[in-house]
């Protein structure tokens, strides 16, 4: 247990329609990132939020857009969702941006 | 693109020590090594990182070379439950990890 939760655990969309995951980030940290897992391959960097700004982003189009609030927990929203945004998402929370990082468990989003 | 080698699969026989290779040759003088792993459909569980120096903790060892280039995570006594994908990560800047495709260990009775 990392005590960073994700919610929800399974969803399905279909395409063009948005989405919203939450994270709950563990007791005193400030710093979560997010990460789209797809079928059989690593995580893929999407971004981070440290106090309530971002941090840094990965090679991800802007429909996928993010907010942290003041008690750090954090929302990945993805807007026009294409067939091919059917991954894990996964959120991971550090107590500061350079150190390590503990994963929550998920979300497996399908789009059809 | 992640800066790191790993073979793509090994096994491993339960209670022998587990020894996993990771090459990061352009890994530049400030970049910590981390190591995660992921059990099928779980979130990556942090395992272990370094410097230079070689550390240990409760769940593994992490060998550096001196020339920084290359690192091997042992598990001492691997169980079957050590089964999982292995990552070996470079830290490329001041937020992103970047996963390759990792070792697949398969640790057998």
């Known amino acids: 247990e990392t005590g960073v939760t994700q919610s929800p655990t399974h969803l399905i969309k279909t395409r063009g329609q948005q989405v919203t995951l939450r994270c709950s980030s563990q007791?005193?940290?400030?710093?979560v990132s997010w990460y789209q897992q797809a079928l059989g391959q690593g995580p893929q960097f999407i971004f981070q939020?440290?106090?309530?700004?971002?941090?840094g982003r990965g090679n991800f189009p802007p429909r996928f857009s993010g907010l942290q609030f003041p008690n750090y927990s954090s929302e990945l929203n993805v807007n026009a969702l294409e067939l091919d945004d059917s991954a894990l998402y996964l959120c991971?929370?550090?107590?500061?941006?350079?150190?390590?990082?503990?994963f929550g468990q998920g979300t497996r989003l399908t789009v059809v | 693109d992640a800066k790191t080698t790993q073979p793509p699969s090994m096994d491993c026989a339960e209670g022998r020590a587990a020894n996993l290779p990771c090459n990061h040759s352009?890994?530049?003088?400030?970049?910590?090594v981390y190591w995660y792993r992921q059990i099928h459909s779980q979130g990556p569980q942090y395992i272990i990182h370094?410097?230079?120096n070689n550390e240990t903790n409760e769940m593994a060892s992490l060998i550096i070379t001196e020339d920084r280039k290359s690192s091997t995570l042992i598990l001492p006594h691997a169980t079957l439950r050590d089964t999982a994908v292995y990552y070996c990560?470079?830290?490329?800047?001041?937020?992103?990890?970047?996963f390759g495709a990792g070792t697949r260990l398969t640790v057998k009775p």
């Open positions: 991971a929370s550090s107590p500061s941006p350079n150190t390590e990082a503990f």
């Open positions: 007791s005193g940290h400030n710093t």
């Open positions: 939020y440290y106090r309530e700004e971002e941090n």
């Open positions: 352009t890994i530049s003088g400030n970049e910590y």
């Open positions: 370094g410097l230079k």
């Open positions: 990560i470079v830290r490329v800047g001041v937020a992103d990890m970047r």
